[in-house]
C-alpha cells in the first residue's frame, strides 16, 4: 500500500473494520490496496487477521478489550487514525471486512462527492456473493437492493465527506447494530444530504449458512429498533417507529394473545393464530418477484418479527437495568482461505 499522500491521494482515505474475517479481509484489502490510505480496525480477532492486514501494508488499530466491541466504535477510532497520517483527507471510504470493492467505486464516488457540495454520504449497488449458499445468503441479497437517488440512509460500506462527518461527532458508539441509520438522522438533521448511486460499490460476503445466525442477526435488529426509536422517535424524524411497533405487535403482543386466547378458550381459541397465515399471504401477494421468491420472502419477513421483537424486549430490560448495551454477534469464524 502507498503511504506517500500527495494532493490528490489525500483525496480520499479508506477505513476498514473486521474481525476474525479471515480470506474476507484478504480479498477485502486486495481491493483498496493500490488507491488510498488505508487503516485497519480490528475487534480481537484470533484467525491472524491483524498480522495480514500488517503484511499487506494497511496501518493497524487495535481496540481495547477493556471497553466493549461496536463497529461504531471500530469506524470512530479508524477514522481518527486516518486523520493523523492524513491530515488532509476530504473523504473517507469505509469498508466491511467482509465486502470488496468494486473497480471505480472509489474514484466514482468521490466524484459525486466532488460534485454534490451538499452531500455528506454517497453509496451504491451492494450485492451478496454467494447468493446460491444459503437462504439467509439470498435473504441478504434482496436486503442490500434498495432505491437509488437521494435517500434517508446508508448501510456499512459507504464514502462520508470527513467535514461532514467530524461536523456531527462520528458515530454514536453505545449503538450496537444500525449505528450508520443513526448517524444518518444526525446528518440530514445538520442539512446534509444522503444519495444512492446505480453503481455497482462493493460484494459483501455474509457467510450465514445456519438458521441460528439468521435469528440472532435478527434479534439484533430488533435491539438496533428498540434503540434507534429511543433515540430519534419524536416527530417530525419517528426513527425506526414503524418497525419497532411492528415487532412488538407481531413478535410479542400477538403471540400473547393467541396463547391468551388458546387456554381460555380451547374450543376455538386456535382461531387467533390464522392471522399469522392471513399476513403470509398478504406479504407474498406485495412482494416482487416470481410466486416462489415471494412466498419464500414473505416467510422469512414473517418469521423475523419473533427475534425482533426478542430484540426489543433485550434493549428494554437492558434500559429499566441500566445495563450497557452488548453486541449481538452472528458470525461465524471462518476456517481459512478466501471465502
Known sequence: MNHKYGPERARFGVVVIGRNEGGRLITCLRAVSAATAVVYVDSNSTDGSVEAAREMGADIVELDLATPFTAARARNAGFARLLT???DVAYVQFVDGDSELAAGWLDAAAAFLDRQADAAAVCGRLRERYPERSVYNWLCDKEWDR???EVRAFAGNVMIRAKALKRVGGYREDVIAAEEDELSVRLRQANWRIWRLPDAMALHDAAMLHFGQWWRRAQRAGYAFAQGAHLHGAPPERHFVREARRALVWGLL???AAIV???ALPRFGWIAWLIYPMQLARLSINNPGPLSD????????LLARFPE????AMFWRDRLLHRRPQLIEHKQIPTSGNT
Open 147 to 149: 432505491p437509488t437517488g
Open 309 to 312: 421483537g426478542l430484540g426489543l
Open 261 to 263: 386466547a388458546t387456554i
Open 254 to 256: 400477538l403471540p400473547f
Open 85 to 87: 497520517i492524513a491530515p
Open 294 to 301: 415471494r412466498a419464500r420472502l414473505a416467510f422469512f419477513q
